[in-house]
C-alpha cells in the first residue's frame, strides 16, 4: 500500500543542511498497524507529513497503491489528502473560526456529502469521542484535550482506508486517551491501515509493530507480542 | 502565598452558561510543589491562568503575596506575568516570527537584562533543555517537543518565584521529559514554588502532593508518598 524507497528530507537554512530524514525505506501493507516512536527531533512528524502527501521528500521515492505520488497532479493529491488518508496533526490544526462541528465537516464537503448527511456524521463522531455538548465551540472556547479530540473526529469523518494520527493522546486524561485507542483498535479490525507516532509505549503497543526512529532513520521495527 | 477563596469561572456561550471551575478554595505556600489531575475539559488550564493573572475568575478572591490580585493595576499585573511567574502554555504560544534564542529572551527584555547578558542565559536555557542547537530556528521549523522545550526555556528566563507548567511533557519523549521533571525537581529543591498541570501519574509524583480536578472543582489532594 505505502512503499517509501531512500526516502531523505534536507532542510536548508541557509548554509546549514538539517537532515531531517535520511533514506528511508519503509513498506507499509493494507491493514497494517504501526506505531511510530522515538525522541524529539528524530523526524516523526516529517515522516509522517511525507506519507500523507502534506510534504514532498528532497530524495526517494513514494509509491502509494503502486502510484508515483511525485508524478501526481494537484486534483489527486487534494483527493488523497482528504479522502483516503486521515491526518490527526501534532498540533491539532482547527480552522479557529469553524465551530467543533464546523471543523468536523470539512473534509465531507469535499467528499460531496449532502447539507444533512454532514450534519449527521460529524455529531456523530464528535459524540463518538466524547464532547458531543461541546459542538457548537470554537477551538479557542475548547480545552487542550477537547480540541485534540476535534482533531481526531475530523480525520475519521471521511472513512478513509489509512489514518496517520500523529501523538493522538498527547493531550488527552488516561481515560479519554484509552477510549480513542478503542476506536483506533475497532477501525484497524474493520481493516483501516493505521500509523500512530506516540511517546507513550502503552499506546504503541496497541499496534502490531513499532518501528523505533533515531536521527531521522529507522533504527528497528519490532513486532508486538500480544 | 496563593491563596483562592471560592473561585468559580463561567463562560457565557450566549443562553448557554459553560462553568469552567466552581467556588474552588485553594491554599498553596511558599516553595510547595503540586500536581494538577483531571479529565480533559475539567478546568486544569482555567485555573492555571486565573492563578498566572492571565484571566480573572467570574466570582471569588485571588490573594498573591496576601495582595488581591483583582485590585492590582496593568503594570503591577504585567510585572507579576514576566518576573514572579514563569508559564508553560498548554500550546506553547510562541511568537512565530522570532527564532528559538528570541521567544527564550522575551522575559528578559522586560527584567531590564543586557543585550550580552540575555545572549548568555538564552543560551544557556536553550543547552539545558537540551536545544541548544536549534536557537536560530523559528518555531515552525521545530518539532512539536522541541517548541515544547523553547516555551519551557522562557518560562525560566527570569528565574521565577512561581513556575506554572501546563502539561510541560505532553510532546516530549520519555527521557527529555525525564529531564524537564529533573530541572524542576532542582528548582524546588532550590526554594521555586511548582504547579504542574500533566496526565500522567508518574510525572505528577516528582511532587509532594497532587490536586485531583473533576468538573470545575477540587475533587481530593493528596499526599505523594515519597
Ligand atoms: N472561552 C471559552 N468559552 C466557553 N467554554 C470554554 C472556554 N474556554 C474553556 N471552556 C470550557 O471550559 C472547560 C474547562 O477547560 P480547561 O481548558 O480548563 O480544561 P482542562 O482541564 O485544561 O482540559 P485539558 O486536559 O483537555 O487541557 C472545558 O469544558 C471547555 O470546553
Ligand atoms: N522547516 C524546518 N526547517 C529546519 N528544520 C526543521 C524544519 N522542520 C523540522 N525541522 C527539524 O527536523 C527535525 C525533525 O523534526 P520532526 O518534527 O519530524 O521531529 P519529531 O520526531 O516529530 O519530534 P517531536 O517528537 O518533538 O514531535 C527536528 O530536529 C527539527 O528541528
Ligand atoms: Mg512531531
Ligand atoms: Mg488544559
Redesign the interface.
Known sequence: LIKLKSISKI?K?GSID?PALRKIDLNIKRGDYIAV?????SG??TLMNIIGCLDVPTSGEYFLNNRDVSKLNDNELANIRNKEIGFVF??FNLLPRLNAQKNVELPLIYGGKTKKERNEISMDLLKKVG?GN?A??LPG??????R??VAIARALANNPDIILA??PT????????AEIMTIFDKLNDEGTTILLVT?ESFIGEHANSIIHILDGEIEKHVKVSK
Open positions: 532542510y537554512m538539517v516512536m522515538g525522541p524529539s527531533g516523526k512528524s501534532q498540533t464532547i461541546r457548537s465551540h472556547e475548547l480545552s487542550g484535550g477537547q485534540q479530540k500523529d501523538e498527547g493531550n488527552l486524561d488516561t481515560k479519554s486517551g511517546h
